[in-house]
C-alpha cells in the first residue's frame, strides 16, 4: 500500500533554531515529491517540487531535499512568520493524482 | 485572477439533507480534486477529474458525487448529509504543483 508518512506531528522552536521536517514514503513508483505550506484556515499553498534523489530546492529559509526513501524540509533560522502546517504530498506514476501525509505544525516563538 | 474560488465557505446541515459544493477555477487547468480535511487524517481524496468529461473515485468517495460541468467548474455533492462528513472541503485544480481553494467548513448535526 502506497504510504507517506510525517514526523514529527508537531514541532517548536526558538526564533533562529534551525531544525528538519521528515516525509517517508512508500510507493510502487515516484512521479514527484511536493512540498505544501498551510495556514490556519486557509487551502495548502504550493513550496517545492522535487523529482528525483539527490534534487535540492531552495526558497528563502526553506531546503527542500529528496532521497530514494524521504524527504526534508530545512528550515535555517526560522522566524515567527514560518509558523503554519506543512504537508508533503506524492504522485504516483501514472496516476494524476497526490497522496498527502498527514502534516507537521511548526510553531515558532519569538 | 481569482485562481481557485469555492463556495460556500461555512454550511450547516441537518443529518439528512443535501447540498452541493461548488468550485470554479480560471486557470485553464485539466485536473480539479475534492479532498477532505480532518484532524489527524491529512487531506484525503474524495473526487478526482482527470480531464473535462472523466471522474475517479478517491480515497474516500463514499457519501459523495460529483460532475465535472465543463473545464473551469467541479462541484461536490452530499446526498444525504450524516454527522461523518462534517469536515473542511478543499477544491484544487492542476496535479503536484496544485493550486487549492480557500475551503469549505463543513458541520453536519
Known amino acids: 500500500e502506497d504510504q507517506v508518512t510525517q514526523s514529527p506531528e508537531a514541532l517548536r522552536l526558538q526564533e533562529g533554531e534551525s531544525s528538519s521536517l521528515n516525509c517517508s514514503y512508500t510507493v510502487s513508483g515516484l512521479r514527484g515529491l511536493f512540498w505544501y505550506r498551510q495556514d490556519p484556515g486557509k487551502g495548502p499553498e504550493f513550496l517545492f517540487t522535487?523529482?528525483?534523489a539527490g534534487e535540492e530546492k531552495e526558497k528563502e529559509r526553506l531546503k527542500a531535499t529528496l532521497t530514494k526513501k524521504e524527504s526534508f524540509l530545512h528550515i535555517t533560522a526560522p522566524k515567527p512568520e514560518d509558523s503554519a502546517t506543512y504537508l508533503c504530498a506524492v504522485q504516483l506514476t501514472g496516476f494524476q493524482k497526490l497522496v498527502f501525509g498527514t502534516g507537521t505544525r511548526l510553531l515558532v516563538s519569538p | 485572477n481569482a485562481g481557485v474560488t469555492q463556495t460556500p465557505k461555512f454550511q450547516v446541515l441537518k443529518t439528512g439533507q443535501s447540498m452541493t459544493l461548488q468550485c470554479a477555477q480560471d486557470m485553464n487547468h485539466n485536473s480539479m480534486y475534492w479532498y477532505r480535511q480532518d484532524p489527524g487524517m491529512g487531506l484525503r481524496l474524495i473526487y478526482y477529474?482527470?480531464?473535462?468529461?472523466?471522474?475517479d473515485k478517491g480515497e474516500v468517495p463514499n457519501g459523495y458525487n460529483v460532475s465535472r460541468l465543463n473545464k473551469r467548474e467541479f462541484s461536490l455533492r452530499l446526498e444525504s448529509a450524516a454527522p461523518s462528513q462534517t469536515s473542511v472541503y478543499f477544491c484544487?485544480?492542476?496535479?503536484?504543483?496544485?493550486?487549492f481553494g480557500q475551503g469549505t467548513r463543513l458541520t453536519v448535526v
Open positions: 477529474s482527470a480531464s473535462e468529461g472523466t471522474t
Open positions: 522535487l523529482y528525483s
Open positions: 484544487a485544480s492542476k496535479v503536484g504543483e496544485a493550486f
